[in-house]
């Protein structure tokens, strides 16, 4: 059988990469009082001169890695992405308040971006070819919107992973998985975390193939996405709540078929309720049941009854719609 996610990845791939050589660089006024005509005029005063205004950075244009390096380590740096460009196996860190945007063609593989610590980080319309991006430490307001996340021909996987933030939202995107994937391409949360740490916002978005999200201590709000499974013999999940995730799941769609939806990793005991993955869900097609979920020999629970969760575990802090079928009349990925 084809690997369809992959091929269709090289196929971005190739396209991209045609373009990659030619890719260049009330205050009141009264009135005067009336007075005798040999009263002096009033001094007139000069209005103080207006404090200038802080100005953003400009966006820079960048088509190579140099040029790229030179503006990601600039706090509040706009960049936007060009053409492909080759990251040179390098780990490349984002400095705070940047923002990396790409025109049709831009690809970044053969290397990792990594946010340390990162605040109000944006990236936004940009294909990660075999090119994982990691947020690690204490993360704030990370925003990931309109890309995709493929493997390389080498099988590398572009990972999102997150490993602890607040106000992350990832909405947007395509994260597409082929059969010799082995890791989801979305992890979120870390088992030294309490869930209240780490704080995610997935909506609009599709994972294709193997490419599902596995979290652990984290709180995940997830609505309007789909989810589709290759259609091979392989085993599959799609969402891999571990212990401490409380993960709050609305309107989304799984075309699972006969196969799993959800895989436990859960490894709390009954004694220690505090600690139990919890699960909540609201108008999915279909509605998951015990029969659709599965768990892993970590799992000490092996029951989805005691994860389910009859209403949401904690107030969403963000108004948001539920739209049936949304995601069919709007733009998924790069």
Known sequence: MKKWAYLFSTIIFAVFSAQFAGCATKNAIQPMPESDISAPAPEKKEAPSPKPEKTKNAPKRVSDVDALIQEIYTDGAHIIIECPIDLGEQQIAVADGVFIEGEESAVLFNGELLGANAQNVRLENLTFWGCPVTFLGDCKSVKVSFCTFSADENGILSVLT?????????????????????????????????????????????????????????????????????????????????????????????????????????????????????????????????????????????????????????????DYDLVDLFIYETKIGH
């Open 162 to 318: 997150i490993s602890k933030g607040l106000g992350v939202e990832v909405s947007h995107c395509e994260f597409l998985g082929d059969e010799n994937a082995e890791l989801p391409l979305a992890i979120f949360g870390a088992r030294e975390n309490i869930a209240q740490e780490c704080q995610i916002q997935i909506h609009h978005s599709r994972f294709s193939g193997n490419a599902g999200i596995q979290s652990k201590a984290s709180m995940i709000h997830l609505y309007d996405c789909e989810f589709l499974y290759l259609e091979d013999g392989n085993p599959r999940f799609f969402l891999g709540p571990g212990t401490a995730t409380q993960i709050i799941v609305e309107m989304c769609r799984f075309n699972n078929g006969e196969k799993p939806i959800v895989c436990y990793f859960d490894i709390s005991a009954t004694v220690y309720a505090g600690t139990f993955s919890r699960f909540y869900q609201n108008k999915c097609k279909p509605e998951i049941r015990e029969e659709m979920c599965i768990f892993d020999n970590s799992d000490a629970l092996k029951s989805f009854k005691i994860h389910l969760a009859s209403k949401k575990m904690w107030e969403i802090p963000y």
